[in-house]
């Protein structure tokens, strides 16, 4: 069992930045990080393999959010800059820890998901 723990997120004026951080309790392998704002589906936003050597992006951010992690933190990071009110939603980071044949982008790939964080953007 790993429980994930967020933080960061909050209220942030339109155009600036926000960084939210995963803690896992134990090892993971690839992790990610999701949002779901009301009345849309759940999006996939990023994916960082267990070495981080691999990162990948949903095209629709169009490079203002970068995924990173510490492993000797056991930790995740979403930065996320020029952020705009559509960014507006609940963020979810997610792990996996066994090898499935989900994609990285399917959120069925992932075993353990954080409690969520709300991030608002004022116009």
């Known amino acids: 069992q790993v429980q994930l723990v967020q933080s960061g997120g909050g209220l942030v004026q339109a155009g600036g930045s926000l960084t939210l951080s995963c803690a896992a309790s134990g090892r993971t392998l690839g992790m990610a990080w999701f949002r779901h704002a009301p009345g849309r589906q759940r999006q996939f936003l990023a994916f960082?393999?267990?070495?981080?050597?691999?990162?990948y992006y949903a095209d629709f951010l169009k490079g203002r959010f970068t995924i990173s992690r510490d492993n000797s933190k056991n930790t995740v990071y979403l930065q996320m800059n020029s952020l705009e009110p559509e960014d507006a939603a609940v963020y979810y980071c997610a792990a996996e820890v066994s090898n499935t044949s989900a994609a990285y982008y399917n959120s069925l790939r992932y075993n353990y998901w954080g409690q969520g964080t709300q991030v608002t953007v004022s116009s």
């Open positions: 960082t393999s267990r070495s981080g050597g691999n990162s």
